[in-house]
């Protein structure tokens, strides 16, 4: 019985193994040098997304067996040639499948450089972080103008009329990269900067989870441009798209008076190539050049527009002649010493002048979180709105040099300025003498309109609600940043370029320069008589200004290790930052009972014990550690896990605001900068599968989890004045914390060369204590902060976000049915379904007296819930809307000469941006006919908030603005661009 056991266990162990080898396979080959021909010993081959792999016997050979049946890529390395990704591999059951490969010589480069043979994998699935590649064929195919344009397509990313959300982050938490270089403006309080047309880019790279050691002063996701450079041979393209024929017209809801211009041009430099060889000089290597601009001009969709706009920089209305104004450019020069050696140097330049609150975040009203548009001053007065310009410029020096087979260093040395003012539509910061009304009012104009009342008495309505007075915008704002970094990295590569490891640092050297003024003619002089006019030291109701110059910098390392399939990248941040001699200086006035200061003693004492002084400056620190790990579990399936701090230094104005006491705010809350303010804090983690199922199909799932801290929150605190008087300020702490965690789905499909598109669903929930950094001045008293400390939604929060979009490409020999109209074409079309805007609901809670009669009949009475618990509880309607973008093109000799139609929300869907939050609903219109308004009386539908004026009761002492005659209301309609295009 016994031997029975045993041969029945041996009959069943033969047959389970001889099945498992029918059912696998192999790959087997010879690596050799393509130029000598000998085989090369020790080569890596991997097949990406297994564990499998080897490296190459003494004859070059390498086999690789046990694989299962399916599509796969050959990875092949070897040190001092190129890496080389062979795609749709197949593998046969009980069959190996013999790849040989010729591998040519190559020196080693900065950026991982692979040559692709076969189609290019559609994702790369043994990555560890979450992000996305828009390519160049990628931004042609969509009809997109700047970066905001292609990022929003991403799955992770929602973009809306008040700015751009990566993963339940605020807006101005997204780094944002061009060519290795921050090229965000460090005080708009923005996720943007340097506006770049989309003939600029060479790609894009979107990062929503796991940003690598290298990028700092980011908590949210990172935005990575890079640009074109020039090649061999000359090249060039000029097109312009526009939806009109040449004006606005109002009742083409279509018509935004958009125009858009864009050139570019490359190839080798003329200089080197043409002029110096006949001079008789020859400079070693190679120089190309590439150059873009772009002019887009548009009066928006709002349809609304200044008779001009003017600002107080440019001053000539030239670069402003519609309602949104973008100038940009780029010049790249690019000299390839020699293999191994280059020199890149670029200067990028950008000019934005439009009428869009949303160009300023931080001041004010610091932020509400809603559209844009002036809405108070569209009835006529858009002139006497803010005007905002914002312009900025960029340069760089870059460096690369390969030291050997398996190391190289870059160094580079790059400057970027900013400036950004909001002004009167260009008037000056005030006026030298105060001889008529500025604050804008809505007054009623004559000869007014009559309301009967009772007896013998008429009255007159009030005004529209609209500023029509002639007054003027009360925001006077200018600041400006210099940032000049050097940032050098080294990289080396160990075991046949299996560990690679980077160790770099960056220095940053700030110039930053604040004034905000509002109602800047508080304090001008006023003509009293012929001879006297007032004097007074009052700058505006609410002022602030300073100047100051802070360092910080950093020293990361990331270690990337490839082990039996598994990927880590592990590394970390150290930081650190000085706010400077300004704020030191303060500091020790604070200390020193013998001078005045704004800081609380305890705060400069507590500054003193949190920072540490190095050469004449205090610094503060923070090591943010890094861990991306991928790992197959099976072929073609990789689980990966990432897990990352990462840190923001505060904006600026929290930490500088009222330092200086010979410039005091003297309104009624000013506020007070907190100079030991600590860096806000990103906490992440993600666990994802990507899994490939065949090479033209890949599904990924991904759990995110997002814990945010020591983020800015305001408190009221008492201070003396400089005449010994306790006032009350508005002071900056640490004291908010946020977290959004979500799921993500997507799909990505291809098929041949003619479909390409991908799907994706993303759950998420974005919730915190407040959703601005003012939110909690209303809600506090004496020097404690009594806010509410219950989680809510953040005011951008949007639970489910569905989008996708497909190309379909046909550019064959020969067209469609045999056509060949039907050939040459591309056509883009992407959908996105969103949950709605948030808003805080609102209650009924009585009626108003009617004011002829005084019965309480008249209109309801609606405030916002009382309940901390409700805010921005609610979601209103869910966004959809649909692009499309058809090209056709022809060649005639070497030019390439493309037709455009571009269709934005096609089916003209209305989604509401701004709720009313009595209904839930966006802002209904309403009928003109008073007998029909009064009709429409009992239909709760469309009760609107106290604060906004209702057209169904006539009231004279209702003057409201008419919200619901708003057009940013909603988001865009449809739009219809046609253009042409000439590639040469």
């Not at 080294?490 to 770099?504: A, M, R, S």
């Not at 880590?568 to 000085?578: L, V």
Request: proline content about 5%; aromatic content about 12%; some cysteine.
């Amino acid at each position: 019985m016994k031997n029975l056991y045993s041969l029945c266990t041996a009959l069943f162990v033969f047959a389970v193994s001889t099945s498992a080898f029918a059912q696998t396979g192999g790959i087997k080959g010879i690596i050799t040098d393509a130029e000598t021909g000998e085989t090369l010993i020790g080569a890596t081959v991997l097949i990406t997304g297994t564990s499998f792999g080897t490296a190459t016997g003494i004859d070059g050979d390498y086999e690789i067996d046990n694989i299962r049946p399916g599509e796969y890529s050959v990875r092949i390395t070897y040190i001092g040639f190129e890496t080389v990704l062979l795609t749709a591999i197949k593998v046969e059951a009980g069959e190996f499948t013999e790849l040989n490969y010729k591998l040519k010589p190559k020196v080693l480069t900065s950026g991982e450089e692979i040559v692709v043979i076969g189609e290019r994998p559609i994702f790369d699935v043994e990555k560890s972080t979450t992000s996305s590649t828009i390519s160049r064929k990628d931004i042609e195919a969509a009809p997109v103008r700047k970066v905001e344009d292609a990022v929003s397509l991403q799955s992770g990313v929602i973009k809306d009329p008040t700015g751009l959300y990566i993963k339940g982050g605020r807006a101005y938490e997204t780094g944002y990269v061009v060519d290795g270089v921050s090229a965000q403006d460090p005080l708009a309080g923005t996720g943007f900067g340097l506006d770049l047309g989309a003939n600029s880019f060479s790609n894009i790279e979107v990062i929503t989870g796991g940003v690598g050691a290298e990028y700092g002063d980011v908590t949210s996701g990172v935005v990575s441009v890079k640009t074109r450079n020039g090649g061999d041979n000359y090249e060039g393209s000029f097109s312009h798209k526009r939806d009109n024929f040449g004006s606005n017209v109002m009742d083409h809801q279509a018509n935004y008076f958009q125009d858009v211009y864009e050139l570019s041009i490359g190839g080798p430099g003329i200089l080197a190539e043409k002029i110096l060889p006949k001079l008789g000089l020859d400079l070693p290597g190679k120089i190309t050049f590439y150059a873009t601009a772009q002019v887009a001009l548009e009066d928006g969709y709002t349809k609304l527009s200044a008779d001009q706009i003017q600002s107080s920089i440019v001053g000539s209305d030239f670069w402003s002649p519609r309602q949104g104004n973008r100038w940009n450019g780029m010049m790249k020069l690019t000299y390839n010493i020699k293999p191994g050696v280059r020199l890149q140097a670029a200067y990028q330049r950008s000019l934005t002048i439009n009428q869009n609150t949303r160009m300023l975040q931080i001041t004010g009203a610091d932020t509400q979180v809603q559209p844009g548009f002036q809405f108070a001053f569209s009835n006529g007065f858009l002139d006497n709105a803010n005007t905002y310009t914002h312009d900025s410029n960029l340069s760089y020096l870059k460096w690369t040099q390969t030291l050997s087979t398996s190391s190289f260093y870059e160094v580079q040395v790059s400057r970027l300025f900013t400036q950004l003012r909001a002004d009167a539509n260009g008037r000056n910061w005030r006026p030298d003498i105060v001889d008529g009304e500025f604050d804008p009012e809505s007054i009623v104009t004559f000869p007014g309109d009559e309301f009967e009342g009772t007896g013998d008495f008429t009255y007159i309505l009030a005004g529209p609600g609209y500023f029509n007075n002639g007054g003027i915008a009360t925001l006077w704002h200018d600041h400006f940043a210099e940032e000049i970094t050097v940032r050098s990295s080294y990289t080396k590569l160990f075991g046949g370029q299996e560990n690679q490891l980077v160790i770099g640092i960056e220095s940053k050297f700030n110039d930053y320069q604040w004034i905000d003024i509002t109602r800047p003619w508080i304090g001008a002089p006023i003509r009293i008589d012929e001879n006297t006019v007032s004097e007074t030291f009052r700058v505006g109701e609410n002022f602030d200004a300073w100047r100051v110059k802070p360092k910080r910098g950093a020293l990361f390392i990331t270690d990337k290790i490839r082990y039996n399939g598994l990927i880590a990248n592990i590394g970390g941040r150290f930081e650190y930052w000085a706010p400077g001699r300004y704020v030191d200086e303060r500091v020790e006035e604070a200390l020193d009972p013998d001078v005045f200061s704004t800081i609380p003693t305890f705060v400069a004492e507590e500054y003193q014990k949190d920072s540490k002084e190095i050469l004449g400056l205090r610094y503060k620190f923070i090591f943010l550690p890094k861990i991306n790990v991928s790992f197959p579990v099976r072929e073609n399936q990789v689980l990966f896990f990432n897990y990352g701090h990462s840190a923001r230094i505060p904006h600026p104005s929290f930490v500088y605001a009222g330092l200086d006491p010979f410039f005091q705010d003297q309104s009624d809350l000013p506020s007070l900068g907190n100079p030991n303010l600590n860096r806000e804090v990103d906490i992440s983690y993600e666990i994802g599968l990507r899994n490939q199922i065949t090479s033209n199909d890949a599904l990924n799932i991904s759990a995110f989890w997002r814990d945010k801290y020591d983020f800015v929150t305001s408190q009221s605190i008492r201070v003396n004045d400089v005449d010994g008087r306790p006032v009350t300020k508005a002071f900056r702490i640490n004291g908010d914390y946020a977290r959004s965690r979500g799921v993500e789905i997507s799909y990505l499909k291809r098929y041949q060369d003619l479909l390409r598109g991908q799907l994706s669903v993303t759950y998420s929930r974005a919730e915190g204590l407040s959703s601005t950094n003012d939110d909690n001045l209303s809600g506090i008293s004496g020097s404690q902060n009594v806010g509410n400390n219950i989680e809510t939604p953040l005011a951008w929060d949007r639970p489910f976000d569905v989008k996708g979009n497909v190309t379909f490409t046909h550019a064959r020999e020969k067209g469609i049915l045999d056509s060949p109209v039907l050939n040459n074409f591309q056509i883009f079309l992407s959908a996105v379904w969103r949950s709605g805007a948030r808003y805080t609901p609102y209650e009924r809670v009585g009626t108003e007296r009617n004011p002829i009669t005084g019965e309480e009949n008249w209109r309801p009475i609606y405030e916002q819930v009382n309940d901390p618990a409700q805010r921005y509880s609610e979601v209103g309607p869910a966004w959809f809307y649909m692009d499309f973008n058809l090209q056709k093109w022809f060649t005639i000799g070497e030019t390439r000469i493309s037709t455009f139609l571009e269709i934005s929300n096609f089916l003209n869907n209305k989604s509401a941006v701004v709720i009313n939050p009595v209904t839930g609903e966006g802002y209904k219109n309403y009928p003109s006919n008073q007998s029909e308004l009064v009709a429409l009386r009992d239909d709760r539908s469309y009760d609107v908030p106290n604060g906004v004026r209702d057209p169904r009761y006539l009231d004279p002492t209702d003057n409201g603005l008419p919200n619901y005659e708003n057009p940013a209301n909603f988001l865009q309609q449809r739009h219809i661009v046609f253009g042409l295009s000439i590639n040469f």
